[in-house]
């Protein structure tokens, strides 16, 4: 069974960047996606990026300006985070063994890391 590390969290003023990062423990192929959410304070998790494991499709990252990247490299999938905003402050998950159905819903990943702390300052 897969296992998920997230690390790289942390406090940045508004404008700021970071990389977070998710060690998968575990044959990474054996999950077609790797995806990070985000927990807002009092709020669900709200899908922002997903990592296609193998050749074939793209990779979808829902920020529309464009401030956040996905990659993965040696079994971590990195998320990088640019120009961040209060707004992006909670708890930032990965999450692994997509079921089907949307890449963005909390429901349709059966593994998940222990998430990384996210404060956004303005």
């Known amino acids: 069974q897969l296992q998920l590390l997230e690390s790289g969290g942390g406090s940045v003023q508004s404008g700021g960047s970071l990389r977070l990062r998710c060690k998968v423990l575990g044959d990474i192929k054996t999950t077609k996606w790797v995806a990070w959410f985000r927990q807002a304070p009092g709020k669900g998790r709200e899908g922002l990026a997903a990592f296609q494991t193998s050749d074939g499709e793209p990779n979808h990252c829902r920020t529309p300006e464009g401030r956040f990247t996905i990659s993965e490299d040696k079994n971590t999938v990195y998320f990088q985070m640019d120009d961040l905003k209060p707004e992006d402050t909670g708890i930032y998950y990965c999450?692994?063994?997509?079921?089907?159905?949307?890449?963005?819903?909390?429901?349709?990943?059966?593994?998940w890391g222990q998430g990384t702390q996210v404060n956004v300052s303005s």
């Open positions: 999450a692994a063994v997509f079921t089907g159905g949307s890449l963005f819903t909390e429901a349709n990943y059966d593994i």
